[in-house]
């Protein structure tokens, strides 16, 4: 099982970034996908999550209206677009897959650095 997140680095404030999580090893439509982050010295957050077909969504209120998150089933790949980037929102962020049908089947990325500078 593997989720490989990419895209992250290093942005002006009012910037925008693209991550991406590609998952392999597991029925990707059969999980929820999440993206949470972790600023330092700071506990971690969710930042938004995903159904499995893409319909539904739902996003910390800290992010609202400035990322949105997204999937292709296809590509068996999560997406969190970033717009309108602030310097509290550097972090390193995480790709999170939970199981739909089986309780406590879960995996996380190695998480990516984003930084947001002013």
């Known amino acids: 099982v593997q989720l490989v997140e990419s895209g992250g680095g290093l942005v002006q404030s009012g910037g925008s970034l693209r991550l991406s999580c590609a998952a392999s090893?597991?029925?990707?439509?059969?999980?929820?996908m999440s993206w949470y982050r972790q600023a330092p010295g700071k506990e971690r957050e969710l930042v938004a999550g995903?159904?499995?077909?893409?319909?539904?969504?739902n996003y910390a209120d800290s992010v609202k209206g400035r990322f949105t998150i997204s999937r292709d089933n296809g590509k068996n790949t999560v997406y969190l677009q970033m717009n309108s980037l602030k310097p509290e929102d550097t972090a390193v962020y995480f790709c999170?897959?939970?199981?739909?049908?089986?309780?406590?089947?879960?995996?996380w990325g190695q998480g990516i650095q984003v930084t947001v500078s002013s």
């Open positions: 090893g597991f029925t990707f439509r059969n999980f929820v």
């Open positions: 999170y897959a939970n199981s739909f049908f089986s309780v406590g089947i879960e995996y």
């Open positions: 995903i159904n499995r077909f893409g319909s539904t969504s």
